[in-house]
């Protein structure tokens, strides 16, 4: 961390210097009768763009409070450009991903319905919330996109060209994920990646053989024990952060 | 999977052929009235030792059930001998943290107290049950250990000789984990190991300098965001399977 505020807010407003910054009702609240803070103390926001602003509280009630930006504490930095693509499960383990997705540090979270689907409709406003809260938590100075579900196959019609797929198939149709991404040049390392996740019960195989198909989708398996989808998406992500994504970083 | 039978359970029991189980009513009310099963049909039992046995339903009634055990489906196998030491959290992300563990195949579930712990009181029982229903899931043939909480200095007094630490260390004070593994030997990567994650706000000062004079104790960091505690954990645990574990292993 580049400084001790502890309290790190997103809003969907301009940060400069000098800037004043309205919140809104619940984030008021929140300050003032959660947090219990004070005009005088700072906080911190984000935007997606601009960076991350210490900001002086200068008005604080239960309805409204109004913070003077006062300095950039850091600079937006890029994030990996990686998807997370899977098969929506239910409420709880759901918000789990969107959750550990965020904290892993994904650029787009893609719910997709498969031919094995169960759960076919979406919070994505939760989603949205879970994300959010957990970018404030773990320092990101941006939110991962959320998406409406859409089906498999029309996310794989319009597939944009060079983004790699790592694809977990449980179907053992690839090597294991270690050996796969050891392989990878520095060239495929740079490309646009998607980590994509079945549901229960794996992909059909009109789905495999689609997929075995697909340009630039690596299959890969995570050991030889059956991991939920949430696991599975988690361990994904994070193997490929240390290995392809910016986990070369060290915290700043 | 080496059968179509879904239903694993867990039984404190021996497991041969010929052998007939005796359900506690908790498990035959599941069999019967959760699950819908009858009489004829068959279910699959683990104990930790004697791999993986199939049996047909004898008898079944809400209260208690019979199961003739007729085949073994899987030896036992032996697991990567990796404890997680991790320091409490509150109490729905520890019961993640003993599910997420166990279906990413770790050993021994052990939290421990730091100078920093909030949560000193952890329900070892709820963390053994959801250690329990994650191993039937995921297929592992035995079940982790969970210990009751200790205080982290006299798990390091008594530490095993040669157990070697993976220190996820947010002092940064290691390179990055998967430069870090991949530069151990294949004796280093034999050798048994634990995963270490402290507490919200780190480990103390006095601890971090224990830590880093400490014999076979690998300072490693998890990229460049903060992570939660239950986050930190699985990707930590994901990333030793893949590289140092056996993920390097199929699906049966």
Not at 16 to 22: C, F, H, I, L
Not at 118 to 147: H, I, K, W, Y
Request: charged fraction near 25%; charge should be neutral; include cysteine.
């Amino acid at each position: 961390m580049t400084s001790n505020v502890k309290t790190r807010l997103y809003i969907d407003a301009p940060l400069n210097a000098g800037a004043s910054v309205e919140l809104s009702k619940d984030k008021a609240h929140f300050l003032k009768n959660v947090l219990r803070l004070a005009p005088g103390q700072h906080i911190a926001f984000f935007n997606g763009r601009d960076g991350e602003w210490l900001g002086r509280i200068e008005t604080l009630s239960k309805s409204a409070a109004t913070v003077a930006l006062e300095n950039q504490t850091r600079p937006q930095s890029p994030m990996p450009d990686v998807w997370l693509v899977f098969a929506p499960i239910k409420r709880a383990r759901i918000n789990f991903v969107a959750e550990k997705a965020t904290e892993l540090g994904v650029a787009q979270i893609r719910p997709v319905i498969t031919r094995r689907t169960v759960m076919a409709r979406v919070n994505t406003g939760r989603l949205v919330a879970n994300a959010l809260e957990a970018s404030e938590q773990c320092e990101r100075l941006d939110l991962p996109e959320v998406f409406e579900p859409q089906q498999l196959d029309k996310l794989l019609d319009n597939w944009p060209a060079g983004r790699r797929i790592l694809w977990c198939d449980e179907g053992a149709s690839g090597g294991p994920i270690a050996q796969a991404l050891a392989k990878l040049d520095d060239a495929a390392k740079r490309d646009p990646w998607a980590i994509l996740i079945g549901p229960e019960g794996g992909f059909d195989e009109v789905e495999r053989s689609r997929l075995i198909d697909f340009p630039d989708a690596l299959a890969v398996t995570l050991g030889p024990r059956l991991l939920r989808a949430d696991t599975a998406a988690a361990a994904a992500l994070s193997i490929w952060q240390a290995w392809v994504g910016d986990w070369d970083l060290t915290p700043s």
